[in-house]
């Protein structure tokens, strides 16, 4: 069973830093591309920052460029996501997710961590 265990949410100043970590099982993290998504009570969920297989290439909203980096570290089958200049609008729930595709017709999968509460606040 696919499993993917978020961790390093709270409560932080703005201005302030966050890292989260993902950490996953049971698949070969290695060869997926991993992602963070963040959601708001009453909004829907919004794709944060993306990273290839092997890390070389990144992706992020615009919102959260330049102050939000993506990276993983394979040997540990764990995603991080560094938060800085943090704002009160960054505040949200946050999700680690990966899309498997298994089997020979590739159904796609979708799995997401338990989310991690991110608060920005003074």
């Known amino acids: 069973q696919v499993q993917l265990v978020e961790s390093g949410g709270g409560l932080v100043q703005p201005g302030g830093s966050l890292r989260l970590s993902c950490a996953a099982s049971?698949?070969?993290?290695?060869?997926?591309?991993m992602n963070w998504y963040r959601q708001v009570p009453g909004k829907e969920r919004e794709l944060v920052a993306a990273?290839?297989?092997?890390?070389?290439?990144?992706n992020y909203a615009d919102s959260v460029k330049g102050r939000f980096t993506i990276s993983r570290d394979n040997a540990k089958n764990t995603v991080y996501l560094q938060m800085n200049s943090l704002k009160p609008e960054d505040t949200a729930v946050y999700y680690c997710?990966?899309?498997?595709?298994?089997?020979?017709?590739?159904?796609?999968?979708?799995?997401w961590g338990q989310g991690t509460q991110v608060t920005v606040s003074s």
């Open positions: 049971e698949f070969t993290f290695r060869t997926y591309v």
């Open positions: 997710n990966v899309v498997l595709y298994i089997g020979a017709t590739r159904t796609q999968y979708d799995y």
């Open positions: 990273i290839t297989s092997a890390g070389g290439s990144t």
